[in-house]
Nanobody
Framework: EVQLVESGGGLVQAGGSLRLSCAAS????????IGWFRQAPGKELEGVSC????????YYADSVKGRFTSSSDSAKNMIYLQMDNLKPEDTAVYYC???????????????????WGQGTQVTVSS
């Protein structure tokens, strides 16, 4: 059974940085795509990033491109999201997710994710 547990959220001022972590278990990293999603109050779930363990053809939403970097460490069963130059509009609950797939990351692939962690709150003050 796939299990995902996020941590690392918190309150940060605009322009600051946070690193989210996701402890993962129950799957083989090589067979899965890894995603980060977020949901702000009153808004729909948004796909933020998608990577594979070989880091080929990563995907980032335009809203975070150049500021967020996702990575994974299969030896430690960990997934990370480094968030720099944070903006108030980045405020949301952030979720990590995985999907077993042979395909490269893309915006389309983000629509196929179905397994989620419990989320971690990120609040960016102006």
């Amino acid at each position: 059974e796939v299990q995902l547990v996020e941590s690392g959220g918190g309150l940060v001022q605009a322009g600051g940085s946070l690193r989210l972590s996701c402890a993962a278990s129950g799957f083989t990293f090589d067979d899965y795509a890894i995603g980060w999603f977020r949901q702000a109050p009153g808004k729909e779930l948004e796909g933020v990033s998608c990577i594979r363990s070989n880091h080929e053809r990563t995907y980032y939403a335009d809203s975070v491109k150049g500021r967020f970097t996702s990575s994974s460490d299969s030896a430690k069963n960990m997934i990370y999201l480094q968030m720099d130059n944070l903006k108030p509009e980045d405020t949301a609950v952030y979720y990590c997710s995985v999907v077993q797939t042979p395909f490269f990351c893309s915006e389309t692939l983000l629509g196929t994710f179905r397994v989620w962690g419990q989320g971690t709150q990120v609040t960016v003050s102006s």
